[in-house]
């Protein structure tokens, strides 16, 4: 048995795809989203970083995309941009109350994204991985955490991660710490490095090694050749399902990458 791997992009506007790079040169914007949810299995939703959207809006989401397509939304910036994380509380409710059921089935991962600023205190993280909620509307919460300073490259920071259930977002950054212990019962990745000049964004060699990576983590394993800060403490080898990102980078080149990705899978 292996878990379900679903591939996207982050969003579904931006002029760059238009004109037949990705969505067809005469695809009004009012149907971009139909189409990207039908080429793609997920799209991470980046504008609830910056805003906040009301229930009418996550739903109309849900019901232009097909069945078993999944949106994961990254947490407002309110949450994550704060000198004491556990003071949170209030902002973390307010952001995971504005209808975020409305989705329903298709609510994937929520993705809590910290500037590359921010140290590791592991009381302070402890307190806000405390503040996480299991359920909005009825619906499960899933969650995932994406750190970018090196101080979080600790066995400390992966245990409580485990204690938690939540996800280490591994990042293929040439910018960021990569760190790719599994923590949760889903793996999320990112993977960040797409160049222009290659028509798929990765080359097709660097896709091919992706995809087996992302079969590995479906079937439960932690792939060899990551980098890992407690590599010595093995999760439990159960399948797991697996949000694969194509994003940042050269970013006109991430439907290309997550479609050729999702022809390999």
């Known amino acids: 048995m292996t878990g379900r791997i679903r591939v996207g992009i982050g969003g579904w506007t931006f002029e760059p795809w238009e004109g037949g790079v990705f969505f067809p040169a005469d695809l009004p914007k009012s149907k971009q989203l ?64 504005q209808g975020l059921e409305g989705l329903a089935d298709k609510l994937g991962p929520i993705l809590w994204q910290f500037m590359a600023t921010k140290k590791f205190d592991a009381e302070d993280f402890e307190g806000f991985l405390k503040l996480l909620p299991k359920e909005g509307g009825g619906v499960p919460l899933r969650h995932a955490v994406q750190v970018r300073h090196d101080s979080f490259h600790t066995a400390q920071f992966v245990d409580l991660m485990r204690k938690y259930g939540v ?7 040439g910018k960021y710490p990569e760190i790719a212990d599994v923590t949760a019962d889903f793996t999320y990745a990112r993977l960040e490095n797409a160049q222009e000049e290659v028509v798929s964004g990765y080359t097709p060699a660097e896709l091919d090694r992706w995809v087996e990576v992302a079969k590995g983590w ?13 590599a010595e403490a093995q ?3 159960v399948p797991r399902d697996v949000f694969v990102f194509m994003i940042n980078g050269a970013k006109v080149r991430a439907p290309a990458a997550a479609t050729a990705f999702i022809e390999r899978l």
Not at 167 to 173: N, V, Y
């Open 34 to 97: 139909q189409f990207a949810s039908r080429a793609l299995t997920a799209i991470e939703v980046n504008g609830t970083y910056y805003s906040t959207f009301k229930p009418p809006t996550f739903e109309k989401w849900r019901d232009q995309s097909p069945e078993g397509f999944v949106f994961t939304i990254k947490a407002s910036r309110f949450c994550t941009n704060r000198k004491i994380l556990s003071d949170g509380a209030e902002s973390i409710a307010r952001f995971t109350a």
């Open 235 to 237: 999760p439990a080898v």
């Open 167 to 173: 996800a280490i977002t591994f990042a293929d950054s």
């Open 218 to 230: 479906a079937e439960g394993a932690q792939p060899q050749g990551l980098p890992y800060a407690a």
